[in-house]
């Protein structure tokens, strides 16, 4: 089994910045790509930011500029610096990872249960 553990959310006013965190565990053989999702109320579920095993990165373009995704050296962990958050930045943060769990298996999405990321006055 494999397990995603996001930390770090929280309410932050506007243009302040907040750091999230999400650490696998389990069964790991290598994970090839983690990336965080956000979804908002009545809206749908959608990518923020993503990195590859070879350090190629994707982001959504409302937080390009703004928000920096990041990977530890042993590829376990990920990182989301949110930087000049806004209240459009509201939402519930869930993390995702691409997971081969041995070296002859496929690889599998897991995800974490989300950590709630609220921007206001």
């Known amino acids: 089994q494999v397990q995603l553990v996001e930390s770090g959310g929280g309410l932050v006013q506007p243009g302040r910045s907040l750091r999230l965190s999400c650490a696998a565990s389990?069964?790991?053989?290598?994970?090839?790509?983690m990336g965080w999702y956000r979804q908002a109320p009545g809206k749908q579920r959608e990518l923020v930011a993503a990195?590859?095993?070879?350090?190629?990165?994707n982001y959504a373009d409302s937080v390009k500029g703004r928000f920096t995704i990041s990977r530890d050296n042993a590829k376990n962990t990920v990182y989301l610096q949110m930087n000049s958050l806004k209240p459009e930045d509201t939402a519930v943060y869930y993390c995702?990872?691409?997971?081969?769990?041995?070296?002859?298996?496929?690889?599998?999405?897991?995800w974490g249960e989300g950590t709630l990321v609220t921007v206001s006055s």
């Open positions: 995702k990872a691409a997971v081969r769990r041995w070296s002859w298996s496929l690889t599998a999405d897991y």
């Open positions: 389990g069964s790991i053989f290598s994970i090839l790509t």
């Open positions: 990195m590859s095993d070879g350090g190629n990165t």
